[in-house]
């Protein structure tokens, strides 16, 4: 199963009358990347649902933020820093008598330091927070990987197409390539002709350039490593693992094996074919950037 590296989940739910919205967004990355944010106290999810989430995503920059609301019965004190606020107070008169400034201090002003409030709650229970977090986390999550899925899908069709195509043209290739070793044979009989009228001709002669020749442009090895790959590349896809990285290294080994073809032909259609095979696999290349 083919997952792709980007997708979106959310979900809004109530459990034991707490409010928790989980959200999640993936984008490509080389590695494995998680970043979370979650309401103010609630910062200790953050490894559990880092490690949870690492069971089901093997690459890619995810980001998830978490918002937990308490129930309206839970008991909150809110007290005061006195020394803090204090101090607070203490300098804003100062800066106010040195600078000649209006002296506009209010609690409303300073009350957005919120630092000088402390928030008191009654003790919570972090496992049974997680347990409830974790109900949104799993239909958030669900959401997220069928949406990686469905990609995922979408790209193996591309990139298969694309490489029937490769296929196909490599195909071309080797029905063309001894074709274009005949049409040097018979050019060098014809121009060896032209220039030796009357002459007797060494047709060993020939036939030695012509092997020659048909050496320096044999391109049967690369052809077969060619399907090779992609052979290798259809074992990958089924088989359900993370093969980004995998395949990523597969291209790189297409790509040299085109380039090889692309040295050794001489012939204008089979220069034509090989532009067509290398782009293709540039195009393949771009798509399993997306893959897990």
């Given at each position: ?45 953050e ?14 920059k ?28 203490n ?13 506009d ?39 997220f ?47 060896i ?35 090779s ?28 094996e ?35």
């Amino acid at each position: 199963m083919v997952m792709s590296m980007t997708g979106f989940g959310r979900c809004v739910t109530e459990v034991n009358g707490r409010q928790i919205t989980v959200e999640m967004k993936s984008v490509n990355h080389r590695y494995f990347e998680f970043s979370c944010r979650t309401t103010r106290g609630y910062s200790f999810l953050e490894d559990k649902v880092k490690k949870y989430v690492a069971q089901k995503i093997a690459r890619g920059k995810v980001d998830m933020y978490i918002s937990v609301t308490e129930p309206e019965d839970t008991e909150v004190n809110v007290t005061v820093n006195k020394p803090l606020a204090a101090g607070y107070v203490n300098a804003i008169h100062t800066l106010a008598d040195e600078y000649n400034i209006p002296d506009d201090l209010t609690v409303s002003v300073l009350s957005r330091y919120s630092d000088i409030f402390q928030i008191h709650k009654e003790e919570q229970d972090e496992e049974q927070i997680y347990s409830d977090v974790k109900v949104a986390l799993d239909v958030a999550l669900d959401s997220f990987l069928s949406m990686r899925k469905a990609e995922g899908e979408k790209l193996e069709e591309d990139v298969m197409s694309r490489a029937n195509r490769i296929l196909t043209i490599v195909s071309e290739i080797e029905e063309r390539s001894p074709i274009t070793v005949e049409e040097y044979r018979q050019k060098l009989t014809k121009r060896i002709t032209d220039m030796l009228t009357g002459s007797e001709i060494d047709q060993q002669r020939i036939l030695t350039e012509a092997a020659i020749f048909a050496d320096k442009v044999a391109v049967d090895e690369e052809t077969v490593r060619l399907r090779s790959h992609f052979e290798q590349m259809k074992t990958f896809f089924a088989s359900g693992v993370s093969i980004g990285r995998k395949l990523d290294f597969l291209v790189q080994e297409m790509n040299r094996e085109a380039n090889t073809i692309g040295s050794k032909v001489t012939d204008s259609v089979l220069a034509h074919k090989v532009v067509e095979i290398k782009s293709e696999i540039e195009k393949i290349r771009e798509q399993i950037q997306n893959i897990e």
